[in-house]
């Protein structure tokens, strides 16, 4: 088992930057994949970046130039910052990893609301 925990989010002006950061704790020798999903309200829940020591890093075209995802191997973490914020960006915000042999699995944090408005 793997437990996620985020932190980070609230409300941005336009214009801003959010920072968001993840931590894994337990089975963590078994995480391939790191990243970050959103799920706008009314809509689906949508990749925004994530790290695989498989298939290397990977982001959604609409945080394209304007984001930094950064992983720590050794603690396990992994941070999120996007700029130029824009309204649409608004959406609760989830932490994902994915385990591998033996413990394979997808695990998922509580989510973090970011609300972009003036």
């Known amino acids: 088992q793997v437990q996620v925990v985020e932190s980070g989010g609230g409300l941005v002006r336009p214009g801003g930057s959010l920072r968001l950061s993840c931590a894994a704790s337990?089975?963590?020798?078994?995480?391939?994949?790191m990243g970050w999903y959103r799920q706008p309200p009314g809509k689906q829940r949508e990749l925004v970046a994530e790290i695989s020591t498989v298939t290397g890093s990977n982001f959604a075209d609409f945080v394209s130039g304007r984001l930094t995802i950064d992983r720590d191997y050794n603690k396990n973490t992994v941070t999120l910052q996007v700029h130029s914020l824009k309204p649409e960006d608004t959406a609760v915000y989830y932490c994902?990893?994915?385990?591998?042999?033996?413990?394979?699995?997808?695990?998922w944090g509580q989510g973090t609301q970011v609300t972009v408005s003036s």
């Open positions: 337990g089975s963590v020798s078994s995480i391939i994949t």
């Open positions: 994902y990893v994915q385990t591998g042999p033996p413990f394979q699995g997808d695990y």
